[in-house]
């Protein structure tokens, strides 16, 4: 399932719920769903802040690293 698929899947289940509720089912997946999209935005994040530099008035550069 890519990404564009979860985010339909987790709307969908969104609407649902505003309407009429959701099953007992439907809660786990929409947990679920919700929980591969956090870790994806979390990986994205910090895949881009492992390539991230700071750069100096000076000119001096400086990677970014975990804390």
Do not use: F, W
């Amino acid at each position: 399932m890519n990404m564009n698929e979860v985010i339909a899947r987790i709307n969908q289940l969104a609407a649902k719920n505003k309407a009429e509720g959701l099953t007992p089912e439907e809660l786990v997946e929409r947990d679920k769903l919700r929980r591969i999209y956090i870790d994806s935005v979390k990986a994205n994040l910090v895949g881009q802040l492992e390539h991230t530099t700071i750069v100096y008035p000076d000119g001096t550069t400086k990677k970014v690293t975990h804390k």
